[in-house]
């Protein structure tokens, strides 16, 4: 045998001596970090069926349940990337079985497990408190704890509830929105002209406060021109409540904004129901309009029990009169100016019936009103 052909047998036989001594162990580092790989693989594609399955059947899986699910995956996905990274397959081959299981992990953790648990946090540790705050407020008709936890509620759900549709699952996100997105809506949307009008209650009794009449007014009016939006009180005590409310500033803002003739012309229909709780059963007595008294004659009498100090007092003091004809309400001239006006020959209220007595008369209340006052005797 030449030199040359015992060299070429020699190194053939080292070479296959070679392979045989080093292939065994690759394949079994390339078969350990295959079955790694797979592994990861299949627990990273279950991650997100432990929230997706039970949402097809209307559950909502709490968080807490999912924590050990996700540091397992996290920690297994971990172990994997090591072991492939200190293996000893060749570069192209770990940036493939990397990219492999990178995807998935984004896929269906990053992107499905991970937001899932965020979103179910978010709306049962933001939305469900703020949501509990409301409901207790509103059934004790607080006012101003229902408006501070409206504005808490309508700036979650104008910027933050984008969480819950970051995740994957259709079935899971339809129904997490449906039980705590869909009612934190609905409540907003129910407390939005509610909470504008308390608003404006507390902006209308700061005008007044300040001697601002007609702002006061104003605002009153945006407050009326709501109302017609309100939810139906009937089914709804918080809105009654409210309507109480207004019903009181309605009451202020009339009086104090009221001119010197309607101040007036509410007294003539209170002297009214004065008159008829205090006064003998021979005749009633209603508001006639501005500036004037009906009188119905039940029976006869004389004209003098009329004019006596039971209607001419209550008359004079309900209606604060300070001077009857320019005269002082209860001297002599008064009296008699006021005789002067009813028809001659009138001694009795039967004589009165189909009569119209007008005459002047001075009133004060704050400010000096003068008017003709007509009673109409029926």
Do not use: C
């Not at 709306?123 to 469900?128: H, M, N």
């Not at 933050?160 to 609905?186: C, H, M, N, V, W």
């Not at 109480?244 to 007294?267: G, I, N, S, Y």
């Amino acid at each position: 045998m030449s030199k040359r052909l015992m060299k070429q047998t020699v190194a053939s036989v080292l070479l296959t001596a070679s392979v045989l001594s080093f292939s065994p162990t690759v394949l079994g580092a390339s078969n350990s970090v295959d079955q790694s790989v797979n592994k990861v693989k299949a627990e990273l594609n279950k991650a997100p069926t432990y929230y997706v399955y039970p949402s097809l059947e209307e559950k909502l899986v709490p968080s807490n349940e999912l924590y050990s699910v996700l540091n397992s995956a996290k920690k297994n996905y971990q172990l994997t990337r090591s072991a492939i990274v200190s293996s000893k397959l060749s570069a192209s081959q770990k940036q493939a079985k990397l990219k492999e299981i990178d995807d998935l992990y984004s896929e269906k953790v990053s992107k499905g497990l991970v937001p899932y648990i965020d979103a179910y946090n978010y709306a049962t540790k933001y939305l469900v408190p703020i949501m509990n705050e409301i409901k207790a407020a509103q059934a004790r008709n607080d006012f101003a704890a229902v408006e501070a936890a409206y504005h808490k509620l309508s700036f979650q759900l104008k910027g933050r509830t984008a969480i819950l549709y970051r995740f994957s699952g259709k079935a899971a996100r339809d129904l997490l929105l449906e039980q705590y997105k869909k009612p934190a809506d609905a409540k907003r949307d129910e407390l939005m002209v509610p909470v504008t009008i308390y608003m404006e209650i507390l902006k209308t009794k700061d005008l007044l406060a300040v001697g601002k009449k007609e702002e006061a007014k104003k605002a009153y009016a945006e407050i009326n021109a709501l109302l017609d939006r309100l939810p139906n009180a009937a089914t709804n005590k918080f809105v009654a409540a409210l309507l109480d409310e207004v019903a009181k500033l309605k009451a202020v803002v009339d009086e104090a904004t009221a001119t010197p003739q309607q101040v007036f012309d509410a007294k003539i229909t209170s002297l009214a129901t004065e008159l008829n709780k205090t006064l003998w059963d021979k005749i009633t007595t209603s508001s006639g309009g501005s500036n004037s008294l009906t009188v119905v004659i039940k029976e006869d009498a004389p004209l003098a029990q009329l004019l006596g100090k039971e209607f001419y007092q209550t008359f004079i003091n309900h209606l604060g009169v300070t001077k009857v004809n320019e005269f002082d309400p209860l001297s002599t001239e008064a009296v008699n100016s006021l005789l002067s006006k009813f028809p001659a020959g009138t001694d009795s209220l039967e004589d009165l019936k189909g009569q119209t007595v007008t005459f002047p008369i001075t009133v004060n209340d704050g400010s000096e009103l003068k008017v003709n006052f007509t009673i109409y005797f029926q």
